[in-house]
Nanobody, 123 residues
Framework: QVQLVESGGGLVQAGGSLNLSCEAS????????MGWFRQAPGMEREFVAAIKWSGSSTYYADSVKGRFTISRDNAKNTVYLLMNNLKPEDTAVYYC????????????????WGQGTQVTVSS
């Protein structure tokens, strides 16, 4: 069974940075794509970024391209989301998830969500 634990959220001023982590207690972690999503109050959960099992391909929502970087360390069963130049509209609960496949094939395929970590960006 997949267990995902996010951490690294917090309160930051606009223009600041945060580095989120998601640790998986799952032997198959190194074989599957991982994704980051976020959900703001009253909004639908939205795709943020994804990474192929090998780390050789990454995918981003247009709203974060150039500011966020997804990476992974398969030896540590961990995926990261480095967020730079944060904006108030980035405020949300951030979740990691897997699609159980080797690569990213679309946001709708993700499952096994973690509990989330709150990111709040003040203006």
């Amino acid at each position: 069974q997949v267990q995902l634990v996010e951490s690294g959220g917090g309160l930051v001023q606009a223009g600041g940075s945060l580095n989120l982590s998601c640790e998986a207690s799952w032997r198959a972690f190194s074989n599957v794509a991982m994704g980051w999503f976020r959900q703001a109050p009253g909004m639908e959960r939205e795709f943020v970024a994804a990474i192929k099992w090998s780390g050789s391909s990454t995918y981003y929502a247009d709203s974060v391209k150039g500011r966020f970087t997804i990476s992974r360390d398969n030896a540590k069963n961990t995926v990261y989301l480095l967020m730079n130049n944060l904006k108030p509209e980035d405020t949300a609960v951030y979740y990691c998830a897997t699609n159980g496949r080797g690569d990213h094939w679309g946001a709708s395929e993700y499952h096994s969500w973690g509990q989330g970590t709150q990111v709040t960006v003040s203006s």
